[in-house]
Nanobody
Framework: QVQLVESGGGLVQPGGSLGLSCIASISIFRTSTMGWYRQAPGKQRDLVATITSAGRTNYADSMKGRFTISRDNAKNTVYLQMDNVKPEDTAVYYC????????WGQGTQVTVSS
């Protein structure tokens, strides 16, 4: 059974940093493009960043220069380093393949507040 387990969220002050991790029990992880998504209260789930199997990355415009996605194929893990966070980054963060599988993890809550 496919499992996605996100961790690393928490409360952080504006301008601070936070690192998220996601372990994906996907047999084809190494060949999958992975992504981080986020969903703020009352809003739809949006794609934040992606990383291909070869390590090529892409970011939503508002995250460029602040977020860094990476992966460790040996550990079936994808990471999201969040720097210079803003209150509008407050959301539940999820990882999934692209296109996303129907089963999502529980996500990890990130709250940016002073």
């Amino acid at each position: 059974q496919v499992q996605l387990v996100e961790s690393g969220g928490g409360l952080v002050q504006p301008g601070g940093s936070l690192g998220l991790s996601c372990i994906a029990s996907i047999s084809i992880f190494r060949t999958s493009t992975m992504g981080w998504y986020r969903q703020a209260p009352g809003k739809q789930r949006d794609l934040v960043a992606t990383i291909t199997s070869a390590g090529r990355t892409n970011y939503a415009d508002s995250m460029k220069g602040r977020f860094t996605i990476s992966r460790d194929n040996a550990k079936n893990t994808v990471y999201l380093q969040m720097d210079n966070v803003k209150p509008e980054d407050t959301a539940v963060y999820y990882c999934n393949r692209l296109p996303p599988m129907p089963n999502w993890g529980q996500g990890t809550q990130v709250t940016v507040s002073s």
